[in-house]
Structures are given as C-alpha cells and as structure tokens.
C-alpha cells in the first residue's frame, strides 16, 4: 500500500449532502459504486449554470475516476453505465437522454427537489441546455432570454433548492428583466444574497420601477389631496 503524504495547507473541499451519510451510503454494497458517486459529488459542485449537471462523456474521460476504477485510456462505458445505473436506481442521482451533434448523450444530476424540477423543464422544452438537445421532445424552448438561474449563480452564488423554489416564484410575480436588474442592482450594491433582491422587487412592486414599466395599484393616499381640493387656492402666491 503507497501511504498518502497528507493533505496541503490550503484544500478544497467538496460538499456532500448530510443525508449520503445516514439514508444513501449505508445502503451501498458495491465500492465502485461509491466511487463513482463520490466523483460525481465532486464534478457537479463546481459547476456554473442551473441545472448543475455531468454527461456521460466527461465521466468516460475523467482521470480522477478512471484511476479509481483502476481502467485504461480508454473507459469501458458499458461497465460505467451499469455503475450509474446503480446510482440512478438508488436515486441520489437523476439521469436524462439528449441529443447532440455526435450522437446521443447522457446527463446526470443530483437528486434535489430543484434539479427535479429542472428535469421536468428540460423535459417540456422550458428550458434548454447549451449544445444539447432533450431526446425526442416535441417543441423548443418558447423563451430565449437569459436563464435567471444561471444568472443568479454566476453573479450572486450557489443555487440551494430554497433559492430555486424562490427563483421560480418570482418568475410567475415579476417580469424577467426586473429579476435581472434586481440582481445587478445587488452586485452592483455588493449585497449577494436572494433576501436584498426579494427587497429589491417587492419596493418596486409597490411603488414602481423608475423605468415606468410596471406598478401595481397601491391606492395609496396623496399626501396633498386634501389641500388641493379644498385649500388649494389659499396656499398659492
């Protein structure tokens, strides 16, 4: 056995769901099955964009993983789809076909509430990932604006399934480009977090964006109604 010399002074470190530990990893029996759900762990957290997700190709092609699986140049892909198809029926992780322009690929992403919710919008054409198409499906994408996940996590932070949910609903509150100005508004104040842009939208909800585009009938009281219809004439010059 070759012993490891230790870890460096400055490490990273890949996040793994608390619930691996106590509901996924007792239930393993195959070590490389683990190994090829640890992996996975640590090529989905780095990711950009939302859904967070690996295909089948960068797992066949991955050094990390191919020495774990002590395999050749070249992966046995028939064996790493078994191994994840083992993770697929366990259910840490989804899996999705696509199609692409060299053929057919596979996606995969963490079981999450939000990436469940991901999957059914790749799914129905809602939403569309770069260079890849959903297998079969009927209709395009019907938006091509910027996607605020994606927009959220390359300018404010980590997408958590909580965000995600709050995301989601205020795509059905708010018009698109004032979820996107809320966001720049934030970097822009240095304010990365979701509760500064929830403020951020529910002011100019109520009291309009300056851009006049949308403002929702407060029937607030005019501060100089009174005066102007009763004294108004008193008060002038």
Do not use: C
């Amino acid at each position: 056995m070759k012993q490891f010399a230790g870890f460096p002074a400055r490490t990273e470190f890949v996040p793994v769901p608390a619930a691996f530990f106590s509901q996924v990893m007792p239930e393993i029996d195959d070590v490389d099955e683990l190994k090829v759900t640890l992996h996975l762990f640590r090529l989905l957290y780095p990711r950009k964009g939302y859904p967070r997700f690996v295909t089948l190709t960068e797992l066949e092609n991955d050094i990390g993983l191919k020495a774990s699986l002590k395999v050749g140049d070249k992966m046995a892909k028939p064996s790493l789809e078994t191994i994840l198809s083992k993770t697929i029926e366990r259910g840490a992780f989804l899996s999705l076909k696509v199609n692409q322009e060299a053929g057919v690929e596979t996606i995969y992403l963490l079981n999450t509430a939000a990436d469940r919710e991901a999957l059914s919008k790749i799914g129905s054409g809602e939403i569309k990932l770069a260079g890849l198409d959903v297998k079969n499906k009927t209709h395009e994408a019907a938006d091509s604006a910027p996607n605020i996940y994606a927009l959220y996590e390359s300018n404010i932070g980590m997408l958590t399934p909580m965000v995600a949910e709050e995301l989601k609903d205020a795509e059905k509150n708010y018009p698109l480009v004032w979820i996107e100005d809320a966001i720049k508004e934030a970097v822009n104040a240095n304010k990365r977090n979701w509760r500064y842009i929830a403020r951020i939208l529910e002011r100019w909800s109520t009291e309009g964006k300056k851009d006049g585009t949308y403002q929702r009938d407060t029937k607030k009281t005019d501060p100089d109604k009174y005066v102007k219809d009763k004294y108004w004439q008193l008060f002038q010059h």
